[in-house]
């Protein structure tokens, strides 16, 4: 079974502190993800990653950074945390596109729930 | 880019009713539709997935059908069970997925 962990389940943060979050995978799939979920909004992606030290922007990935340093790890940055950025986070990750661009799998850890006050 | 859209956002059931959740997606190009079950603090599970080239794909009590022409795919739960209560996400992909804004259900006893 495919496993992606997050490095915490909670974490309260205070408005300005540099946050980090990590996401480890143990199945050897290059593509990582790193979404935030809040309610009424759905999943929306900030960053992913096809392959180690590759980053790829999402739909709102401002106030944001990533790190990809070793294939099974993926960080997600907030340089200087803000209210606004309270929320669940979550990580995925897949395989590559598969062929003619067919779309794979992703598979989920099981979120961190920031509060940034 | 993409757009997804999910209907109903909440849905209520007597257990062993049947569920139906909705979804509608703007890109003629996406080719995989996934749908996840979110539990309270937990990520979301695959539960079930098709793609363009199949119109319905089937898991005991779990159905998808997928209409290409109208660009709607749907998530049939048969015999709801308590366990079943949960929130539902579906997903339109090419590449990058895009997810709808979920559905909460619940399962009365």
């Known amino acids: 079974d495919v496993k992606v962990t997050q490095s915490s389940r909670y974490l309260v943060k205070r408005t300005g502190e540099k946050v980090f979050l990590e996401c480890v995978q143990d199945m050897d799939h290059e593509n990582m993800f790193w979404y935030r979920q809040d309610p009424g909004l759905g999943l929306r992606l900030i960053y992913f990653s096809y392959d180690v030290k590759m980053k790829e922007k999402g739909d709102i990935p401002e106030g944001y950074s990533v790190s990809r340093e070793k294939k099974e790890r993926f960080s997600l940055i907030l340089e200087s945390a803000s209210t606004n950025q309270t929320s669940m986070y979550l990580c995925?990750?897949?395989?590559?596109?598969?062929?003619?661009?067919?779309?794979?799998?992703?598979?989920f850890g099981p979120g961190t729930r920031l509060l940034v006050l | 880019g993409e757009n997804v859209e999910q209907h109903p956002s909440t849905l209520s059931v007597q257990e062993g009713d049947s569920a139906v959740i909705k979804c509608t997606y703007s890109d003629s190009a996406s080719n995989y539709f996934p749908w996840y079950k979110q539990e309270l603090g937990k990520g979301p599970q695959l539960i079930i997935d098709?793609?363009?080239?199949?119109g319905e794909k089937k898991d005991q009590r779990i159905a998808v059908t997928l209409n290409k022409t109208a660009k709607h795919f749907s998530l049939h739960i048969t015999e709801t069970q308590p366990e079943d209560s949960a929130v539902y996400f579906c997903?339109?992909?090419?590449?990058?997925?895009?997810f709808g804004t979920g559905t909460s259900l619940t399962v009365i006893p």
């Open positions: 997903a339109a992909s090419r590449n990058q997925f895009y």
């Open positions: 995925a990750s897949s395989t590559p596109l598969g062929g003619r661009g067919r779309a794979e799998t992703q598979y």
């Open positions: 098709i793609r363009s080239n199949v």
